[in-house]
């Protein structure tokens, strides 16, 4: 029977190294920006939207909390799609104003 002699396991694997080639750098983007931006945006609208739709003078029987989650929903899926637009968006982009020379 023949043996291998066993490698460490602490030793690197050569064939799991990726060659400089393959390696992935992404480029920086405006996601948290936009994120930020669609959560204040969305957030506070569902907010006001929910507070003008319960008021109990018109009739609405909704207790704050059902306002404020509403609120938190909205803000929640505001970032997401704020976040998928400014992922859209590079950071350095060109904004067409010329540098001062």
């Known amino acids: ?9 602490w030793a ?4 799991l190294q990726p060659s400089p080639s393959l390696r992935y750098s992404p ?10 931006i669609g959560a204040a ?4 609208g569902t907010y006001l939207l929910g507070s ?9 029987g909704c207790q704050q909390s059902q306002v404020m989650v ?3 929903t ?3 899926l505001g970032f ?8 859209a968006i590079p950071k350095g982009a060109a904004s067409g104003a010329t540098p001062p020379n």
């Open 52 to 60: 003008a739709l319960c008021d109990p003078d018109a009739g609405g």
């Open 80 to 87: 997401v799609i704020g976040a998928l637009i400014g992922g």
């Open 70 to 72: 509403a609120g938190a």
């Open 41 to 44: 945006v969305l957030g506070v």
């Open 12 to 15: 690197p694997a050569l064939a």
């Open 27 to 36: 480029r920086p983007t405006r996601w948290l920006e936009g994120g930020c």
């Open 1 to 9: 029977m023949i043996r291998r002699a066993r490698q460490p396991l």
């Open 74 to 76: 909205g803000a929640a």
